[in-house]
């Protein structure tokens, strides 16, 4: 099993940014497709970002599109996500998860992610 770290979360104003990074161990990221999710407390886990494995294409929730750009650096296993113009709605846990088929319908639902990491919080205040 794919083991994930998340890590860059904190606390920002409103209009702030952050760039969350997944971390992969043991396998290479590159031969999946990585979703973003996030959850926010009484809220279910919500499928935000996808990259997908080899095309490197993206999609985005219309809750995030054109604020959050996701990427991915091979060399360092890593994918990101880059968060700009943030709000106080965009408060929760993210998480990083991987899928192994091409992101689109499937991949913003966390049931058909096969491995996940512990999350880290983004708190954004008014």
């Known amino acids: 099993q794919v083991q994930l770290v998340e890590s860059g979360g904190g606390s920002v104003q409103r209009g702030g940014s952050l760039r969350l990074s997944c971390v992969g161990s043991v396998f290479q990221l590159r031969l999946y497709s990585i979703g973003w999710f996030r959850q926010a407390p009484g809220k279910e886990r919500e499928g935000i970002s996808c990259?997908?494995?080899?095309?490197?294409?993206?999609n985005y929730a219309d809750s995030v599109k054109g604020r959050f750009t996701i990427s991915r650096d091979n060399s360092k296993n890593t994918v990101y996500l880059q968060m700009n113009n943030l709000e106080p709605d965009d408060t929760a846990l993210y998480y990083c998860a991987t899928f192994n088929i091409p992101c689109g319908e499937y991949t913003s639902v966390a049931a058909m992610a096969e491995s996940w990491g512990q999350g880290t919080q983004v708190t954004v205040s008014s």
């Open positions: 990259i997908s494995r080899g095309s490197d294409a993206a």
